[in-house]
């Protein structure tokens, strides 16, 4: 069945470093792709989203394109802060938004 | 606009006992999924309501159902409650339209003594 596969945490990084955090997904047709993320003590917000290969989601700084031929969206900031700290979530919606299919979730942290 | 609102926020049973959940959806959004969000883990799909009517369901005992109101507001029920029910429950609504991304409440963390 559909899945996706985050890379594990916790992240730690210094502020203005680069940050990566990578997401591989298994589907059967052509699903959409979702990074939410979720701040201590808060709900899931939506990141960005890319609903077809080659778009590239963006938000906040944070960037992810979805790739088809390496079922990929990986998501990238050029210069992290404090305030990024949080869980982000990689997830994927097989179609027609009826379910959302979820990573495990990578904890960043970042020091000042 | 409202955005989407999870009450009660926290809450604490025992065993064997039940609760409802409940959620009001973003103003305009005809569509409600609830989620099971363990601890440390990425939250999974229990299930959608669309229009009242279920929509799909995940991997859940029948003990967990829903209902979906007129007004496109939710709840979700829990029956003989486990142990391993101890978890954040996140409701999520959306516009049923092609791509429309679901918006989250903030939760009900549901603890089991």
């Known amino acids: 069945g559909d899945s996706v596969t985050q890379m594990e945490g916790p992240v730690t990084l210094s502020e203005e470093a680069f940050l990566t955090i990578n997401c591989t997904y298994t589907?059967?047709?052509?699903?959409?792709l979702f990074w939410y993320v979720q701040y201590p003590g808060e709900g899931l917000q939506l990141l960005l989203k890319?609903?077809?290969a080659d778009d590239k989601g963006s938000n906040k700084g944070f960037e992810a394109t979805y790739r088809k031929e390496t079922t990929s969206f990986h998501l990238e900031k050029g210069s992290v802060q404090v305030s990024d700290s949080a869980v982000y979530f990689c997830?994927?919606?097989?179609?027609?938004?009826?379910?959302?299919?979820w990573g495990l979730g990578t904890s960043l942290a970042v020091n000042p | 606009e409202t955005g989407v609102t999870q009450s009660p926020t926290h809450l604490i049973k025992t065993r064997g006992q039940q609760v409802t959940l409940r959620c009001s959806s973003q103003?305009?959004?005809?569509?409600v999924s609830w989620y099971q969000q363990a601890l440390g883990q990425g939250p999974q799909f229990i299930f959608q309501?669309?229009?009242?009517?279920?929509?799909g369901r995940g991997n859940f005992p029948p003990r967990f159902s829903g209902l979906q109101f007129p007004n496109y507001s939710s709840e979700l029920n829990v029956n003989a409650l486990e142990l391993d029910d101890s978890a954040l429950y996140l409701c999520?609504?959306?516009?049923?339209?092609?791509?429309?991304?679901?918006?989250f409440g903030d939760g009900t963390r549901l603890s089991i003594l």
């Open positions: 999520a609504s959306s516009l049923d339209q092609g791509d429309q991304p679901q918006h």
């Open positions: 589907a059967t047709g052509y699903p959409s």
């Open positions: 309501y669309y229009r009242e009517e279920e929509n």
């Open positions: 103003s305009g959004h005809n569509t």
């Open positions: 997830a994927l919606s097989p179609g027609n938004n009826r379910k959302l299919i």
């Open positions: 890319a609903t077809k």
